[in-house]
């Protein structure tokens, strides 16, 4: 599974970046797995992801819930429930 993640609002800056492109183990099958392994992958991720419900997630440009299940390879964007400007 390759999936290309953008981060928006303060997720990009706790992340320190903008966007990346992962590949996720086997294991990770949702979007909420999804950002369990981004929390617990390094320190950045960690700050990011700390509060997972307050995480937005939207899977090839729709809304996702958390339950969602991940695309083999695709586009996922990350954001807080209120993003400005």
Known sequence: ???TL???SWVRERMGI???AVTPPDTVATVAELI???AARDEA????FAEPARIRAAVSG???APDATLPRDGEVALFPPVTGG
Request: proline share 0%; aromatic share 16%; glycine share 16%.
């Open 1 to 3: 599974m390759a999936l």
């Open 18 to 20: 903008a966007g990346e």
């Open 45 to 48: 991720g960690a700050r990011a």
């Open 6 to 8: 953008s981060y928006f």
């Open 36 to 38: 369990a392994w981004l």
């Open 62 to 64: 729709g809304m996702a």
